[in-house]
């Protein structure tokens, strides 16, 4: 499996890039920039985009994720519950930094639920639902738990910020209390900003959860 990483956009948020050479086909996760530079990437390695999956609505990791389908086919995977935040995370933060407005339409393929089985080739994507940073925010745990892929609810010795709209500080606490910390300790943890961990390491170490 070919699995690779980009910093991308001006909040350096993390992408992740997934391929099979099997079977040709490839997977996003939070494509918040550099849209072009994926692509071609994609390209290079010889795969087919068929999806894209976002962990949560926030402009840094969903602002090439129409373009990046425009360039590349694949369907937009997010839950419905983030719609929302990612209307108004282009109006406001977006704005902030100075980006345009989306020119097309802002249209989620899939709606993503807990327990959500997302299967291409021999990649299985199971959707945890982890609310609180926010509403509607998933991570997506791989291959029956050896990678978990986070988005800003849990980073090394950290965890997401609660104080936007649609937050909740419980609410995150108790996600990865109850989703994340039940996986295994082994699995690596990929989140959307700095440096992977381990399951195990963010339980014994966290200073949120001690």
Not at 54 to 70: P, Q, S
Not at 189 to 195: A, K
């Amino acid at each position: 499996m070919i699995l690779e990483s980009y910093v991308v956009g001006m909040l350096q948020t993390n992408c992740y890039l997934l391929g099979d050479e099997g079977t040709g086909e490839a997977v996003v996760i939070d494509p918040g920039g550099e849209a072009g530079a994926i692509a071609g990437r994609i390209q290079a390695l010889g795969l087919q985009l068929v999806a894209i999956l976002n962990t949560h609505g926030h402009f840094d990791h969903v602002m090439d994720a129409w373009v990046l389908k425009e360039k590349q086919g694949g369907e937009i995977y997010m839950h419905l519950l983030d719609l929302p935040i990612v209307e108004q995370s282009m109006r406001t933060m977006g704005a902030f930094f100075g980006l345009k407005q989306l020119s097309h339409p802002i249209i989620i393929d899939h709606d993503i639920r807990h327990g959500s089985l997302l299967e291409f080739g021999p990649m299985a994507f199971s959707v945890l639902e982890t609310p609180g940073h926010t509403p509607g925010h998933v991570c997506f745990v791989l291959n029956e738990g050896r990678h978990v892929f986070v988005g800003d609810t849990l980073f090394a010795g950290s965890i997401g910020r609660t104080d936007l709209p649609g937050g909740s500080y419980d609410q995150l606490i108790r996600s990865v209390r109850e989703q994340l910390f039940a996986l295994d300790e082994q699995a690596i943890v990929y989140p959307g900003h700095g440096p992977r961990t381990t399951v195990g390491r963010e339980r014994r170490t966290n200073p949120f959860f001690l």
